[in-house]
């Protein structure tokens, strides 16, 4: 075990908005939905807390403001009160990791894509992502002694995962 350190562990908490074409909006102060709804008539405003898969999509209030912290949805209006699907779910999803990660924004860990070290494993060695099948790196750390047999030393590979783009 280690101690998790970063040097940006200062960030202010955001309430984030995934629009309909998949591009994230923040808000570092609190926002009224109604407002939104102006700038995106066609559009209801749903928080992602509150979507289940197979259950009715509920729009969050409009005299209501955005909750810092949290991750809401603008979506269309014909999904208003509508079950959704899983694949509707999965969908969704990818569109919000997809706009994470390409605002730099971290979700629930506020780490904003920046690299984490623990310490003891400030030696770690990235293997290029094409050597990867799938969607991420892996990130090799040895410990111990290394010999000429190659016995001593422990080698640890460990999957950094991430969401694959459509």
């Given at each position: 075990?280690g101690?998790?350190?970063?040097s940006?562990?200062?960030r ?5 908005l995934?629009l309909q ?12 939905v109604s407002?939104?709804?102006q ?7 749903c928080?992602?807390?509150?979507m289940?898969f197979?259950?009715?999509?509920t729009a969050?209030?409009e005299?209501?403001a955005?909750q810092l912290g949290q991750l809401?949805f603008?979506l269309?209006?014909?999904w208003?009160?509508q079950?959704l699907?899983a694949q509707?779910?999965?969908?969704l999803a990818?569109?919000?990791?997809s ?8 979700y629930k ?5 920046k690299?984490?070290?623990?310490s ?15 969607g991420g790196t892996?990130?090799?750390?040895r ?12 080698e640890?590979f460990a999957?950094?995962?991430s969401s694959?783009?459509?």
């Amino acid at each position: 075990m280690g101690n998790c350190t970063s040097s940006d562990s200062t960030r202010v908490a955001t309430a984030k908005l995934i629009l309909q074409d998949g591009r994230l909006r923040e808000f570092s102060y609190p926002v009224k939905v109604s407002y939104l709804l102006q700038e995106h008539p066609s559009c209801f405003i749903c928080n992602s807390d509150e979507m289940d898969f197979d259950d009715v999509v509920t729009a969050v209030d409009e005299n209501q403001a955005l909750q810092l912290g949290q991750l809401y949805f603008a979506l269309p209006l014909s999904w208003l009160r509508q079950p959704l699907q899983a694949q509707e779910m999965a969908a969704l999803a990818v569109k919000a990791s997809s706009a994470l990660m390409k605002s730099g924004a971290s979700y629930k860990c506020g780490c904003g894509g920046k690299q984490i070290l623990f310490s003891g494993e400030c030696d770690a060695k990235r293997v290029s992502p094409a050597s990867v099948s799938g969607g991420g790196t892996v990130q090799r750390s040895r410990r111990g002694r290394n010999n000429r047999s190659g016995s001593a030393g422990v080698e640890k590979f460990a999957a950094l995962l991430s969401s694959i783009p459509e």
